[in-house]
């Protein structure tokens, strides 16, 4: 066994330390205040290579592995959890799952544009009536022989309005339930889609969450993804690794709240001496660190699990639920370290509170992550 990284992963990290330096903090309080959308901030990210990590050089990615997905996207969201969703769906939805999936033709035309970040993608599973149970589909695609016509409402979508390119899951054969679902590639400028009001969120306020819905829209055959009843199986093997990602920014949200308390304690003083030096204070960032460090094992584990091509579905879930729940207690703390200015919006502290949440949310929740677990415990 192994715990050291590669110089290559040292880079990663480093690159993306900077990054979420010099470019995601300046303004970030701001985004978060207005919902703006970090549109300058995504380019950029995709130019260094950030939005198509995992993909292969000749599709125009980055062909790095998933640890040092793991490692960026810990940096990325220690300051801007707006700015990681963005990444973690476009690399771990909608880029892993057109290049695990896709046909040569489908990679060349639609992986490439997003491997580069030069186009942004959108994951459409989830529907008014169907968010943890995502086999009740009650969008249709109706097979017309050379086409499909998609009907219905997905909701909830996060890069809804900024993305190009839509990953559509539709129900082709209701008979045939889960089975009978299928995955299309879908432009957003086709006609019948229409994009929703952006949603006021609690938090990731910067990212683009919306509605989307689908009134006889035309999507060539060519465009769905795998043999005719594939979607839902393609929709559970994306989500799997995509936990991954959304492990990571849980925990980078947890470190990055970390990092702060600790500044914050050796400063800030009461009681004549620094808070640090008041043994409750100190013992809470012990307990702060432990719990970061375990879920960053959690999430490196997963990781090189799926690097070694080896199952990850258990390590994904447990890494998603383990970070995700750390990152409430963890970013609570570090509120409470700051004391009265933990409660105002300079500090940093309070954003990242309010963006643990949707970690325990999106992607499966909490309660989901813990039925996968216990199956496999169970089987
Ligand atoms: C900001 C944001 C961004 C999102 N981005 C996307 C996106 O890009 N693409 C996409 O497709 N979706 C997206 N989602 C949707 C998200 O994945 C769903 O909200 C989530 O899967 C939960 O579904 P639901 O909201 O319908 O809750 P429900 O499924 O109705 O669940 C409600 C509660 O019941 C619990 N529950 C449900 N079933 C069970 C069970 N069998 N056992 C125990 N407890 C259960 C849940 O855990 C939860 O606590 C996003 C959501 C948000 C809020």
New binding site residues.
């Given amino acids: 066994m192994n715990f050291e990284l590669s110089e290559e992963q040292l880079a990663v990290r480093q690159a993306a330390r900077e990054f979420a330096q010099t470019e995601l903090l300046p303004g970030v309080i701001e985004r978060d205040e207005h919902q703006k959308f970090p549109a300058e901030q995504i380019k950029k990210l995709g130019e260094l290579g950030f939005l198509g990590m995992m993909v292969d050089p000749k599709y125009g990615g980055s062909g790095m592995d998933t640890v040092s997905y793991v490692l960026a996207m810990e940096e990325i969201s220690k300051v801007d959890a707006s700015a990681s969703v963005v990444m973690s769906?476009n690399n771990s939805l909608v880029c892993w799952g057109l290049e695990t999936f896709g046909s040569e033709e489908q990679k060349q035309k639609y992986l490439v544009p997003l491997a580069t970040g030069e186009k942004i993608g959108?994951?459409?599973?989830?529907e008014p009536e169907?968010?943890?149970?995502a086999t009740s589909q009650h969008t249709t695609a109706e097979d017309k022989g050379d086409h499909y016509v998609l009907n219905g409402i997905?909701n909830?979508?996060?890069?809804g309005n900024s993305a190009s390119t839509y990953l559509v899951i539709a129900q082709t054969h209701p008979e045939k339930k889960h089975k009978g679902i299928n995955v299309f590639i879908v432009d957003k400028n086709t006609p019948g889609i229409t994009v929703g009001a952006k949603?006021n969120?609690m938090g990731?306020r910067g990212?683009d969450?919306h509605s989307i819905s689908f009134q006889d829209v035309i999507v060539p055959k060519e465009n769905r993804i795998g043999e005719d009843g594939f979607g839902f199986k393609f929709a559970m093997q994306t989500l799997s690794g995509g936990r991954i990602g959304i492990a990571s920014q849980a925990l980078g949200i947890a470190s990055g709240a970390l990092e702060l308390a600790l500044k914050y304690s050796k400063e800030r003083k009461a009681f004549g001496t620094e808070i640090m030096n008041h043994q409750a204070v100190a013992f809470k960032l012990a307990d702060m660190a432990t719990q970061v460090e375990a879920a960053r094992l959690f999430c490196l584990k997963a990781a090189w699990l799926k690097d070694q091509h080896a199952n990850f579905d258990v390590a994904g879930s447990m890494a998603k639920l383990y970070a995700s729940q750390i990152a409430q207690t963890v970013t609570s703390e570090a509120v409470q370290i700051h004391g009265g200015y933990g409660y105002v919006k300079e500090f940093h502290v309070e954003r990242l509170m309010r963006d643990a949440k949707?970690t325990q949310?999106?992607?499966?929740?909490?309660?989901?992550q813990k039925?996968v677990i216990s199956r496999s415990l169970l089987k």
């Fill in positions: 769906v959108a994951f459409l599973l989830s169907a968010g943890s149970d997905k909830w979508i996060t890069n949603e969120k990731i990212s969450t949707i949310i999106y992607e499966g929740t909490s309660e989901v039925i």
